[in-house]
């Protein structure tokens, strides 16, 4: 699949950048955009205990927004100029309770489209030195044109 | 369906809002558990600057949040005592942006099981009076049993 | 929701059954359209043994089918003339297993729209009288324009 | 995740070849179990006129079929003896049309457990001597233990 990941724009990593750096909520948890590439996008998230569920682990609400910020930024590394990424639709699956020092997220691109790209995630969790799956993602992105209050 | 959703604990209620106020990243944003009955749950979220994402609309994964949450409790409500509950897998669309004062999740049973609950979950937006649905959930909820960990 | 609910063209009944028509696998399972207002659609498909799975229920994919081609359909009421309706993505929860003499498969629109139409479905098996639900569906349908090859 | 794959009974083979032998749907639509190991299975369909939709192309459903049957016994080549197998639930992205002269489905496991196995399944289309992607699916499979019913 991956011969078809060609950026539209030279800039796409500088754009990325710019509007992840506008997501209050992300800054707000402390996630850090850590790695990028044309159809690949990896946030970092620590551990924070204003971040749990009843159980102590981190809420399945803050490791799918994870997910889901990684997909819709892998899928606007491929998108043209002018427009906006939103998401459509996705399904997680939880796989193992979110513990451990870091969550790690890493979204890519399995189709993109001009309309519709979908996107693959996986959210893993460093704990003492190893990392496991903790869930797993499929999704839907949308380029929006001509929205102006949706252009990033 | 409505006709198999009997609590099997007389005080769900107290249970489930204790629980609730165990989920720190509910508390942090500032989500209140504001309805409950069997197989149902209410969630309120009034919106907050600090919730949003590169477009001025509450993140996508602070609405799925919430409507996992409000799931995760309706599925509660009609379980056993002694059992914990979580996330299997969940599925949302995001119908449209979600902005306005407030945002309204509500979770219901479609179909409880002895370990795996079926809910359906909606978003609203209320704003300038009116209440739009901004996200419609499909969901799988676990009762775990024998987990001391995990138990509510 | 129900207000936007809206068809753009006079002749959606005949368009869809003429499609449907087409529509070689529904024939061949035995598959038959019932029902179909603007937004709404409904399917049955009487019980065969070439249908099941290895337990001797109706197999999961085509009670899945069934439900995607209700959705698909109940989207295509609301799209305007020579235009293409194509399932994006979908999930479906099966809740019980599928017997009985005959399926129903009910599709509606969520939340229709210029490209993407949200469609929820639900599938319900009658077996001695009385009417089970068996799965839910939630999905995407798309419409497609300037494809010759894809207008319905 | 590939460590945790150990079969738990000798003869796994020969059970999923036999449970699939029971699947009356999927011979009649002349899918064959063509690959088989430890936590993968693979599927392929001969293209049939009487399979597709009404543009012409496989229809979804029984792309969807291809899929979860791949993934549903991909999850049973790991479960113990005297059990049987249930899809609980799954999402399914269509990615193109599925033409071609050959559907193949793989389905494998990401992640085993006790109860609930979580699968992902791909769907390719041979057309001219190229493969393509057509359709991706994430799904949830079950163990279902005493219940003599649906053991295979």
């Known amino acids: 699949m991956g011969q078809e990941l060609e950026p539209q724009v030279s800039d ?31 946030i970092e998230l620590p551990h924070r205990a204003d971040l749990t569920q ?4 981190v809420h399945a609400g803050v490791v799918t927004a994870l997910a889901d910020t990684a997909c819709g930024y892998a899928a606007f590394t ?4 002018g ?8 399904k997680i699956n939880l796989l ?4 451990g020092e870091l969550l790690v997220a890493r979204g890519r691109v399995l189709r993109p489209g001009r309309t519709l790209t979908v996107c693959a995630g996986e959210v893993f969790a460093r704990h003492a030195g190893e ?14 044109r001509d929205r102006p209050e949706i252009a990033d």
Do not use: D, K, N, W
């Not at 491929?78 to 100029?81: F, N, V």
């Open 12 to 42: 796409y990593e500088a754009r990325v950048r710019a509007s992840f750096g506008r997501q209050r909520f992300m800054e707000m948890i402390g996630a850090r955009l850590v790695r990028l590439a044309a159809g690949e996008v990896e």
């Open 54 to 57: 009843q159980h102590g682990f």
């Open 78 to 81: 491929l998108m043209p100029a």
């Open 83 to 90: 427009v906006g990424v939103l998401s459509v639709e996705y």
């Open 96 to 99: 193992a309770p979110a513990r």
């Open 131 to 144: 990392e496991s799956l903790v869930a797993t993602l499929l999704g839907t992105m949308m380029t929006v």
